[in-house]
């Protein structure tokens, strides 16, 4: 068990003080926890909530315009300011997932933006041990997805809100029993089956739902051994209703296994837009099957759980407490052409932590024995390989809690977030019993890389008043944060070591001010935070004193408009980013990954960034039947120090500056139909200085510009209410219309390539 109580006395005295004077207790997302949420879902537009920061919301429109079988972070992608790229066709594959917002990303390493599920914090959204949100919900359960632009609610659960927040509000139960059973099948060999149950009220106050899916999709580039995605997921919900109280349980489970896709250079991009360089037929060659596509693998099983209480003291006072536990086990596949032998400081060969000593071998003798060297005879020898394998459990548990209290001409709320996580990350490698015939291998591993137990203690207080003075509604907050990690090598206890990483007082003030009734006037400015992750600790000789925890200073002003047929809000930005930490792209030789390395790169801070810019959004129903949404971006990202490689002035690497989604939309009587546009205009994919042909170079790798078309059509119909099948729903979704060659993202200097265009057919059936 962590020492709180050494957190508690760290915690800034003025934040201390006003926690006790107003008995904390901690508030989640305002609209996940209201209890008219579930109502709002049907008439929020994209404009979000009324607060002091920018702020989007998804509507039930945006679930008809992606495949069933797709990611749900999917949803998000045409909310102004958003860019989410997926490796995969139907983003089945986490390890090539990248999000970035405001000059902020989620990649494989970098996690500069929150997420939570109903409030609850995911845990961290990174490759190696982190959980986006699709781990914990279908797209069918998923009531709205609100986005935070910039700066997130202050009772909002996350460590790595420096860029804003996206919270995913899943869907309540029915009030009526009713079954669902729905079929997808698509491209590339996608197949879906999805199937829930809503029990209707019983015991005269409780509603409740469990559903169950299963999918499967190929991956898009090249046929047979191509690799492969297999998710099955279960999540359940009840919601019941009390005199003074509503108790609200939700379950998730998640049992994936997908199959990686490569990152490619600009130039093999021009050369091949349909190949990532990982192969699809076994050719008994080592080198060559390394890059052997069922062998890049993720293999990840996620299990959520919490429950909410939602309780009224008083007529003037709301509390909600919510405690929270996560397990996850993950596992990450490569297949290294050759084996490890590992020798300690007398030359003797270990099978456990690194040694003194890493040597390579190629081959065995006869008798099995390595032949170490590389000048020796190997005609009679037999070629090895090895399977390695990242193995990445997690046990989180924690609590939320939220005190509101309306006064006369106020509403003030307080509240603290706290868990504790316990993680093993561990490496083996694992011998390949016959490198000729496939990646069959030996389940006793032959060499343990490393094995290190981390520990993470976090709490977080927040206090918020919320001020009304005639017409204008002013809000005032601070929050602080109380992080301690410690990490324990289990094979060599001088690699043990602990870093505190607290945030100071972290102010935030805004104001929103109605012009008309229609029109309002918002501003607000906030100090984010991320904490120094336990990640770091991984790295082997990396020098912590060096890295600084990254912060973020988010200023925003707007106008947001509200009428009968159009809703529409514009804000202007400006951040001051200071300290952000990346991961530098994982060496590689000879064009393969160094699999020896313990982490695949090391974390540097790169200096300052500055951005600013416009977001705007309008959602414009302009006839009975139709309707238009668009979103516009426009964001200048800049670094503003001259440090490791990077050169102030220069853009920001891999960041959109001006990005257009438009859909158009249908709906009359039983049918619906439209068609969605993203054009995202040319930007630099890399900024560290390089050398071509003797002369430095920095922001480089014009990533061309492209316009993608997405193309749905559904019915949806009413039976006869005597038989048993109750509604029939058909949707269809073509993306990537016009089958564009394109990059999708990814890290600098090394890009995803998009999948070419996918076609879906869902038939569902309502009882």
């Known amino acids: 068990m962590g020492d709180f109580t050494v957190l508690l006395t760290r915690l800034h005295p003025l934040t201390l003080s006003l926690l006790l004077a107003l008995q904390p207790a901690v508030q989640a997302e305002e609209m996940a926890n209201n209890a008219d949420a579930e109502a709002a879902i049907e008439v929020m537009s994209i404009t979000g909530k009324k607060v002091a920061y920018a702020n989007n919301a998804t509507d039930e429109s945006a679930k008809l315009q992606q495949a069933a079988i797709s990611n749900v972070m999917d949803l998000i992608n045409k909310l102004p300011g958003v860019n989410v790229a997926q490796g995969d066709a139907f983003g089945s594959d986490d390890y090539t997932t990248t999000v970035s917002m405001r000059g902020f990303v989620i990649d494989r390493a970098d996690q500069q ?74 491209s590339f060999n996608a197949r879906r089956y999805f199937a829930r149950f809503d029990s209707g009220e019983v015991l005269g106050n409780t509603t409740s739902y469990f559903s169950l899916s299963d999918s499967y999709n190929s991956r898009w580039i090249g046929t047979g051994s191509n690799g492969f995605s297999n998710r099955l997921h279960a999540e359940a919900k009840s919601v019941t209703e009390l005199d003074n109280a509503k108790i609200t349980a939700r379950f998730s489970y998640d049992d994936a296994h997908e199959d990686n896709y490569d990152y490619r250079s600009l130039t093999q991009f021009k050369q091949n837009p349909k190949f990532d360089g990982l192969t699809n037929i076994w050719t008994g060659n080592p080198d060559i099957d390394q890059n052997f596509a069922e062998a890049w693998s993720t293999l990840r099983e996620n299990t959520l759980a919490y429950v909410k209480g939602d309780f009224t003291l008083s007529e003037n006072l709301q509390l909600d407490v919510s405690p929270y536990l996560h397990l996850q086990e993950g596992r990450g596949d490569w297949l290294p052409p050759y084996q490890v032998y590992a020798t300690d400081a007398k030359g003797q060969q270990i099978s456990q932590g690194n040694g003194a000593k890493r040597q390579t071998f190629n081959y065995v003798d006869a008798q099995g024995r390595p032949i170490l060297d590389p000048k020796a005879d190997t005609s009679n020898a037999k070629r090895v390989s090895s399977y390695r394998h ?61 094995n290190d137990d981390y520990q993470n203690d976090v709490m977080k207080f927040y206090v918020q008043d919320k001020i009304a003075l005639g017409d204008l509604e002013l809000t005032l907050g ?37 012009l008309t009734a229609n029109l309002e006037f918002f501003a607000g400015f906030s100090k984010n935070f991320k904490a120094i992750p336990d990640t770091l600790l ?45 991961l530098l792209a994982y060496q590689e030789v000879d064009g393969a990954p160094d699999y020896l390395t313990e982490l695949d790169g090391t974390f540097v801070n790169v200096g300052g960034v500055k951005s600013k810019g416009l977001e705007a959004n309008i959602d414009w129903r302009f006839a009975d039947s139709l309707s238009l949404n668009s979103g516009l971006t426009l964001n200048n990202s ?24 438009a859909t158009l939309k249908y709906q009359h009587e039983n049918y619906r139909a439209g068609l969605g546009a993203k054009y995202t205009a040319e930007y630099f994919g890399a900024a560290k200085r390089t050398e071509i042909n003797k002369v430095a170079v920095w922001n480089r790798d014009e990533i061309p510009a492209l316009t993608l078309l997405n193309l749905y059509a559904g019915y949806h119909a009413e039976m006869a209410q005597a038989g048993l099948i109750q509604t029939l729903d058909l949707s269809f979704i073509i993306n990537n219309l016009t089958d564009k060659r394109y990059l999708a993202g990814g890290q600098e200097g ?10 879906s057919l869902t038939i569902s059936l309502g009882f």
Not at 156 to 182: H, K, Y
Not at 422 to 445: F, G, I
Not at 750 to 759: C, I, N, P, Q, T
């Open 113 to 186: 933006i929150g997420i939570t599920v109903d409030g609850i914090p995911n845990g961290g959204s990174a490759y190696a041990g982190g959980s986006k949100a699709n781990r914990y919900l279908d797209s069918e359960n998923t009531g709205f997805v609100e986005v935070g632009q910039g700066t997130g609610d202050i009772s909002s659960a996350s460590l790595d809100a420096l860029g804003g927040t996206i919270n995913f509000v899943s869907a309540n139960p029915m009030a009526e029993q009713q079954a669902r059973l729905d079929y997808s099948t698509g």
């Open 478 to 514: 601070v929050q602080q944060y109380l992080v301690d990690v410690e990490r324990n090598d289990n094979f060599n206890s001088a690699n043990n070591g602990s870093l505190d990483s607290d945030s100071d007082l972290l102010p935030s003030v805004g104001l929103v001010y109605p």
């Open 750 to 759: 090394a890009y995803l390539l998009g999948a070419e265009r996918s076609a």
């Open 390 to 450: 990242t193995h990445y459990d997690k046990n989180r548990y924690g609590l939320t809690a939220n005190l509101n209290w309306q006064l006369d001409n106020q509403q003030i709320r307080t509240g603290l977030w706290f868990e504790q996580q316990e993680r093993n990350q561990s490496r083996d490698w694992h011998q390949v019993l016959d490198a000729k015939v496939y990646h069959y291998y030996d389940e006793t591993p032959y060499w343990v890389q490393f």
């Open 538 to 582: 991984n790295t082997v000789g990396q020098d912590f004193n060096k890295l600084e925890p990254e912060t973020a200073q988010n200023f925003d002003l707007g106008l947001r408009y509200q009428g009968d047929s159009i809703n529409a809000s514009a804000t202007l930005y400006n951040i001051n980013f200071d300290n952000r930490i990346t």
């Open 638 to 661: 800049e670094y503003t120090q001259n440090v490791n490689g990077y050169r102030e002035g220069d853009k920001v690497a891999a960041i959109p500056e001006q990005m257009l989604s």
